[in-house]
C-alpha cells in the first residue's frame, strides 16, 4: 500500500523556521519524482518544489526560492521541507506527492499517484 504522511507543519511567527518531514511507505522515494505542493485558503494547489527522479536535480517555486530548501534521507525513505523566513503568504496546507509540478517535468519522469494527507502551517504573529 503506498503512504505519504507529513508532520511537522504548526504555527510560527513571521520570519521563523519549520522543518516539514514525508514519510514514504510501500515505495521508494530515490525511484520516482517527490515533491511538495501547498494550497492556502481560497486559493489553488501549487508546486512548491521537487526532486527529479531521473538526475537529483531540486526545483523551486520563485515564491519560495531562496527560503526553502528540499531533501531527501534515502535510508529513512523521507522526504524533507526546511522552511526559513517565512512570510504570512506562505500560510497553507502542506502536501507532499510522488511527483513534481508541471513545469519541471521533462524526459524520463517517472510519478505515482501517492499523495499526503497534508500538514497546515500558519505564518502569523
Known amino acids: 500500500q503506498l503512504q505519504l504522511v507529513e508532520s511537522g507543519g504548526g504555527l510560527v511567527q513571521p520570519g521563523g523556521s519549520l522543518r516539514l518531514a514525508c514519510a514514504a511507505s510501500g515505495f521508494t522515494l530515490d525511484y520516482y519524482a517527490i515533491g511538495w505542493f501547498r494550497q492556502a485558503p481560497g486559493k489553488e494547489r501549487e508546486g512548491v518544489s521537487c526532486?527529479?527522479?531521473?538526475?537529483?536535480?531540486?526545483y523551486y517555486a520563485d515564491s519560495v526560492k531562496g527560503r526553502f530548501t528540499i531533501s531527501r534521507d534515502s535510508a529513512k525513505n523521507t522526504l524533507y521541507l526546511q522552511m526559513n523566513s517565512l512570510k504570512p503568504e506562505d500560510t497553507a496546507v502542506y502536501y507532499c506527492?510522488?511527483?513534481?509540478?508541471?513545469?519541471?517535468?521533462?524526459?524520463?519522469?517517472?510519478?505515482?499517484?501517492?499523495w499526503g494527507q497534508g500538514t497546515l502551517v500558519i505564518v502569523s504573529s
Open positions: 506527492a510522488a511527483e513534481c509540478p508541471d513545469w519541471t517535468i521533462g524526459p524520463g519522469y517517472r510519478a505515482l499517484d501517492a
Open positions: 526532486i527529479s527522479n531521473t538526475d537529483g536535480r531540486t
